[in-house]
């Protein structure tokens, strides 16, 4: 923040500004937009999970009243490119993702052809008068299935059926493993689920007599889809405005381009009429992005007094049968590589991580990414330690996790965090959640034969990665910065556009804030806006955790270019030197002197009405455009640790979650409210992933969960009251030290309800619970195995 | 409108106000009020009766308008979210509330859940937080937890005590 | 998703409803409150061509003690039936399973009708019209016909209602002094459709089970009788192995179609911790 200024707002518990819209059903999303003429589409799917396509005919559908055309991948092909997302390292084997499937399907629900008709009902019609016939192909659907040797393979121009295989070898594992007292050996499943926001994906496209295509789309990346659209429809990226609207949640899903897009784009080419498709529930289940579905296998090697010494294993991510545009399919596999260690003290370490193709939806990115996964391994593997040596899981943590004088602290895997409160997150979370108390309850309760348990679980989460990073991924295009502009009306207003979009952060109240705090007005003079690629600058959208550090420090910089020019403006009119000054209560005055100044209104009323006022040299308007990449461009490490207190009804195989306590760290919070909001859905997400959600596929890979009848979501009578403080350890390295944070609360559910499950069978014996969900069925698997091992723990 | 059904006149009350339009028999009430009625402030999240997302009162109860068809509603009396305040200066106890306590985040949910809580606070003013969390539970939100959704429909029951003086 | 195309027909007598479904037969469906048989049609699962509302017949909604018989119409909601004090004093298995039914959306516009006419083997209102030996009163062309609980369900969403027959009332036998009844089921998460039902009443007189009735939901393709584990309590003490051995001959439970073994075995822990509800309810009230 600049010098001299004391915040008012940033820190501050302010109500978002962009509620009244929401709260009074005058919001925008995709669907709320009409446009005269539009006709409304719908798609044909797959319904086999690996097949060559042997004929599509759409001329029966066609023959419907009210169905205006249709468009098949031979169609499509000629208009457009398959989306293609490749990776640059070595191994790399990429896909060519088409808007509608050519000579091959894939997955269940993969686009084959589009109808356009006057109404979605007509639409879904004339979708089922669509003859697609197939020559049924061998389905491949599993990791081990994908592997085994002589498995079909799902691209033909690969030699096996890996996106991407990586390996990291760092310290010398195996002289550490020489010594260890023990080692843990595990493995971890964590099943296919994913975002489910609930908003579906839907869009608007429009191409208009100037050959501009306008899409509207419920996008988390408006810039990114603009120019992915460009590429693969070999349109010039001026002639394509896209526009994200309100958003009802994205989380990651929606920070892609879709096949779907790029169809809904060419039936409006061809047709001239703006077209419109919004998905089903079905159809978001089945083909839109899948998340979180990791196999690991580790060894964790300790020694007598709990000190960890090395960590060995191998990550395998079911990422399905594309390449996703623009993260590729190796983004879970990366991330897991560098993070499985945690914010333990780990400094030999040896990993291979695969990235397997099968016939299933394509994975992407949704809410910490592999971080679930990774944080689930290496903390059930820390507590298994903790089991073998008989010693308190907190306290094997404690000696573990890197501590305060180690930052910043350069991981095993390159990792630098830069700042962390992994320690005393720890000690606070025992201290809220009132630890002791509650394992009186427990030990109460199984006086009366009921199994309560506490499960802790901790992690430390990168945020805000750039350049420097993502050009450690090999990733196409690197998302290295986020852009503002900050332009102050002739009234003395602000209008601050910026590049990510907002789909439940409340960027219209958080940027207001640092710009308001920088120019000294009231919050309300100060109005945001995002999502239109014609009027934002160029950036890379909301994801990853960045819009506070990216966005908000594009907006602190750009704001601090304005403040510059009222200074120099005012100096002028002041006849002060710029050293003098300073912004107060929205005017320019002499330091010490407050009655000497002008306001910024009378200033912005000048620069624009009155130019011959101007000092030499300074033009007109004030205006600004910054763009922002937090050096060293590897990311601002925030943290938490959380508590799960559940009771676990050992007849039924029944989870009820009692109490839920959160201590995190994002260093410098924008605005607590949003934060402890962000904390709070992110923790219901990873409640969901770890006791409910699940996309199941059977073995011909036809997906079993395509409604809300199957794939669960919890409700309010699901999810406990959740308890959140902060402790705040600023980022050395970013402007006012903000860390992201929208992601962490959903990684450490699934390993902290693990945990919990665990301690609460422990009057039975020990379990070693590796899978989640914690459905019911697993559930009694692993009150099973406790009681199989009898051997009671306190 | 497609030759293979047959098409009803539909008229209801909707937030007050007498509507008319037509649709075909298979039309779902919540494309009605959205398309043919224009009132976009309800919204689809599943179309098979577990999001809430299209939660509207009929008759002052909570229903998913998914779960209905437009012709059903000929004669009926609805209520959307539109109905509940024309502008930030006169929101319901309940709008006030969930903007008071950051109890909406991405607001797709907003409009189902704000009515299931209005309806639940005229059948009983001061609900226990149990009370919340049942009433809502078929109300599904990804973004806010549920944790200050139900801080918001508890502390509404106290905004509405005190406008009305109690 | 959207239902493909059908006509509808907005009844304003039971006569105007059987009429239609006479003319139009399997292709007609009855529309009750629309909770069961609206997803079908969106997902185009069910595809009828005639919709018949029956939501505007008269008549129909009503809840009523006549003697010692319960009467509820046909299209009485479920929110009614789980808030109305009459149901709760004169048929509390009724009460309790109806508050467990969804979400109060769900409730405020299902109908026990429909529900029964559904027959879904897991739901609750099926599993209580088992357990109460409840009268089904169907309306037909030539007048009306009562059709027994235990033959009303016959298969997997399967009934034995004519495709010219309206549900129009159902009968249960009210509760007397010294019974008391129980309703347990078990959800993946709260107001989910139920993964087992247990509907339990018992009779104590001088401290021996004069009548107990076990019915449940979810473990074959109807809601079944547990006769096996009735017959181990009737005449004798109630006390925990008693209700243990019941429970545990509940994994016998009748033969009729398919059973799935987990969800006999929760059948099985519902009953008991029913049965200990039920024990416990009459050791309070003696």
Known sequence: MPEGVAPRLLGARVKRREDPRFLTGRARFVDDIVKPQMLHAAFVRSSLAHAEIAAVDAARALTLPGVRAALTGADAARSAKPITCDSTFDSWQGTEYPALATERVLFVGQPIACVVAEDRYLAEDAVELVEVRYRELTPVTSIKDATAPGAPRLHSHWKDNYFIKRHLRAGDPDAAFARAAGVVELTTVSNRHSGIPLENRGCVAEFDADQTLTLWTSSQIPHLVRTGLADVLALPESNIRVVAPDVGGGFGIKAHLFPEEIAVCLLAMKTGQPVKWIEDRSEHLLASIHAREHHHQVKLAYAEDGELLALSGRIDVDCGAYSVYPFTATMDTGMALGILPGPYRIRNYECEAYSVATNKCPLGPYRGVSRPAAAFTIERAVDEVAHALGMDPVEVRRRNLVAPEEFPYESITGLVYDSGSFVESLDKLLADSRYEELRRQ??????????????????????????????????????????????????????????????????????????????????????????????????????????????????ARAAETIRGLLIRFAAERLEAAEADLELAQGSVRVKGSPAIGVTISELARLAHHRPETLPDGMEPLLEAVSTYDADPGTGTFANAAQLAFIEVDIETGGIKLLGYWVVEDCGQMINPLIVDGQVHGGVAQGIGGALMEELVYDEDGQLRTTTFMDYLLPGATDIPRIEVSHLSTPSPFTIAGIKGMGEGGAIAPGPAIASALVDALGPLGHAVVDELPLTRERVRRFIEAARADGKAHA | MSAVSDVHEVRLRVNGVERVAHAPARRLLSDFIRYDLGLTGTHVGCEHGVCGACTILLGGEPVRSCLMFAVQADGAEIETIEGLASGPDDLHPVQQAFWEHHGLQCGFCTPGMVLTAKALLEHNPDPTEADVRKAIAGNICRCTGYVFIVDAIRAAAGIGRERDGA | MKPPAFRYLRATSVDECLAAMSEHGDDAKILAGGQSLVPLMNLRLARPSWVVDVNHVPGLDYIEVEGDVLRVGAMTRHRDLAASDVVARACPLLAQAAAMIGYPAIRNRGTIGGSLAHADPAAELPCVACATDAEIVVAGRDGERIIFADEFFTGYFETALAPAELLVEVRFPTTRAGESWQFREFTRKSGDFAVAAAGVGLALADGLVTRARIALGGVADRPVRATAAEERLAGGPLEGPDIAAAAALVADVADSGSQDADAVELASVLTRRALEAAAAELRGAS
């Open chain 1, 442 to 555: 427990q030990q109460a309760a199984r006086a009366e034969g009921r199994f309560l348990g506490l499960g802790i679980a901790m992690y430390t989460e990168q945020t805000a990665h750039t350049t420097t990073e993502f050009a450690k991924r090999g990733v196409p295009i690197i998302f290295g910065y986020d852009s503002a502009i900050v332009r102050m009306d002739p009234s003395g207003r602000v209008n601050v556009r910026v590049s990510t979009h907002s789909h439940g952060q409340g960027h219209e109240t958080t940027m207001a804030q640092i710009v308001a705090d920088s120019l000294t007005l009231p919050l309300d003079h100060v109005r945001v806006t995002f999502g239109d690629t014609d009027s934002t600058p160029y950036g890379h959208g909301t994801f990853a955790s960045r819009s506070a550090v990216l966005a908000g420090g594009a907006c």
